[in-house]
Nanobody, 117 residues
Framework: QVQLVESGGGLVQPGGSLRLSCAAS????????MAWYRQAPGKQRELVAT???????NYVESVKGRFTISRDNAKGTVGLQMNSLKPEDTAVYYC???????????WGQGTQVTVSS
């Protein structure tokens, strides 16, 4: 059974940093592209960053230059380094495998990121 477990969220002041981690079990992690998503209160879940099996990365415009996605195939983890955080980054963050038209696995519990002074 595939399980995605996100961690690392918390409360941070504007301009601060957080590093999120996602541990994937029950899947052949290394053969998949991976992605981070987020869902803010009252909004739809959005794709934030992707990383391919070849380590090619892509980001939504609003986080370019501030967020960095990474992966460790040996450990089966995906990271998201978030710098210069803004209040609008407040959301629950999730990881998953992006596929055409959606995502591959059931969502994990996510990790809450709150940016507030």
């Amino acid at each position: 059974q595939v399980q995605l477990v996100e961690s690392g969220g918390g409360l941070v002041q504007p301009g601060g940093s957080l590093r999120l981690s996602c541990a994937a079990s029950g899947t052949n992690f290394r053969i998949y592209n991976m992605a981070w998503y987020r869902q803010a209160p009252g909004k739809q879940r959005e794709l934030v960053a992707t990383i391919t099996t070849s380590l090619i990365t892509n980001y939504v415009e609003s986080v370019k230059g501030r967020f960095t996605i990474s992966r460790d195939n040996a450990k089966g983890t995906v990271g998201l380094q978030m710098n210069s955080l803004k209040p609008e980054d407040t959301a629950v963050y999730y990881c998953n495998v992006p596929i055409v038209g959606g995502f591959l696995y059931p969502w994990g519990q996510g990790t809450q990121v709150t940016v507030s002074s």
